[in-house]
């Protein structure tokens, strides 16, 4: 997937004028909301544990009647949240292949082949023919994608053109929207933005767009959903 910014720059950008950026807020309220996150986030992967069930479990209470893989996502989830939140803290999050494989350490450790690093050989992806880029191609497609993404000027737009990148380059064997969703959110709480959280209530929805996103050839039409998806979930915060 080649991402060309001088295209993503003519999106249209003025609805977006109603967030006020504040960084101090955006990093107090994604942390506030993050057992809300890391339940939808695994919500969309599939995973069976309820809201009260993952906010027993991250209170640090065994919970019965689900497989560990499942709890093992849940955990891995929120340590990649909290590590997330660290490097924002120690203002050293990079949009970069160190803090990209970083993250997806926490996120996919002992669910994917291997994490941590880049696949290795190709992968498939349900519910479409898209066939992702060969894995040797993988570190400079990652290489000039982010030349490309430092140069979109709004950062809403910047992060949810990160999360789309990602997602569909298929880096890792495993969880590369829910890392490619940690990229996106760092990005908007350092540009002081809410995060955009995607309800596990929105996946028939959200997983519908994410197939035509995989088998068209343009970005836009992506990027304008989730822009209008984010303005839906984040109007209360509007200035």
């Not at 809300?36 to 906010?55: H, I």
């Amino acid at each position: 997937m080649k991402l060309i910014s001088d295209e993503i720059n003519k999106i249209e950008t003025n609805k977006l004028s109603i967030f006020k950026p504040n960084t101090e807020l955006a990093f107090y309220l994604a942390k506030k909301d993050k057992i809300d996150f890391v339940y939808n986030t695994s919500a969309l992967e599939g995973n069976a544990m309820t809201y009260p069930e993952v906010q027993t479990l991250l209170e640090g209470v065994t919970v019965g009647g689900h497989k560990l893989s499942d709890e093992q996502q849940i955990l891995n989830q929120n340590k990649s949240v909290d590590y997330l939140f660290e490097l924002i803290e120690n203002k050293s999050f990079n949009l970069d292949i160190d803090t990209f494989t970083t993250l997806h350490s926490f996120v996919a450790k002992e669910e994917a082949l291997k994490w941590g690093v880049f696949r290795e050989s190709s992968v498939n992806i349900g519910g479409t023919d898209y066939e992702v880029p060969h894995a040797d191609l993988l570190e400079n497609i990652f290489i000039e994608g982010m030349e490309e993404i430092k140069k979109i000027h709004h950062p809403i737009i910047k992060a949810i053109t990160m999360f789309l990148f990602g997602a569909k380059c298929q880096f890792f064997y495993d969880g590369n929207k829910r890392t490619s969703r940690l990229m996106m959110n760092g990005i908007l709480i350092e540009a002081g933005y809410p995060i955009l959280n995607i309800k596990a209530k929105d996946r028939l929805e959200f997983n519908s767009m994410m197939v035509k996103f995989y088998d068209g050839d343009y970005i836009t039409p992506s990027i304008e959903y989730l822009v209008d998806y984010y303005i839906e979930q984040n109007r209360k915060f509007e200035e």
